[in-house]
């Protein structure tokens, strides 16, 4: 049974195409895994719903891949993590869930020397509490502050992640943070939304090179990894290489020309399938 389980896909679903950025990170670290990708496009963002809407939108999500008979479930988006995550894994219990709050926490955690962490990402995830709180869990001296940059989702999705007009936005966000007479100076920065890191260079312009930046897709895919492994799941002898199949709840067309910046690579508009939740 487990040999059969173990040839089934791994699934990802966030808002939209912000979650890419986790694929990527997951497809570098297991390329024998094929992947199941869902963006629900028709009803992003989630960063600005309700808490009840998000929890709605997260199960009938996860519940679309589930039927889809994947061994693990990515909740790639912040929101939904910090808002759903537990109601998944109670309700398609003993099917394994990770989110991405609690890697990109533990992250920061390991990254700052100071133990001072900023938290930018969207309205729900900073009102949320979610990356405080998972902090608080894992070190409970550190100093942490969050604010919530809508704008950065509207720049990623439109490709402007570089250049003057970009940079003076995130500056806007950033520099009362940064350049603000703090006790201890924060030296960690974690990117709380999966739109961010594609603007990373133009955070990093903003916030010098001596501020730490954590992306939690790459500690996210270890996460994964950790799981598949611990439960004998790990594809090691795949029978094909590792494949992804798209689908998104509203356009195609969009999904695939604005998730090549996410995903680092073309996406071919007609294997971009349309399902409805």
Known sequence: MSEHIMQRPIGVFDSGVGG???????????????????????RLPYGTKSAQSV???????AGLLVERHVKLLVTACNTASAIALPSLQELFH??????????GADAACKASVGGSIAIIATESTVRQGAYSQAIARIRSDASVVSIACPLFVALAEEGWVAGHLVEGIVAHYLDPLFKSSRTQPIDCLVLGCTHFPVLTESIRKVVGLHITLVDSAHTTAAAVTHELETRKLLRTMPTHPGHVRFYATD??????RVGQTF??????ESEVEIVDL
């Open 20 to 42: 890419l950025t986790v694929l990527k990170a997951l497809r570098e670290q297991l390329p024998n895994e094929d992947f199941l990708y869902l963006g629900d496009t028709a």
């Open 55 to 61: 929890t709605r939108y997260a199960q009938q999500a």
């Open 94 to 103: 003993p099917l394994p869930i990770i989110g991405v709050i609690d890697p």
């Open 251 to 256: 356009g195609a067309e969009r999904f695939a």
């Open 263 to 268: 995903l680092g690579e073309p996406i071919v």
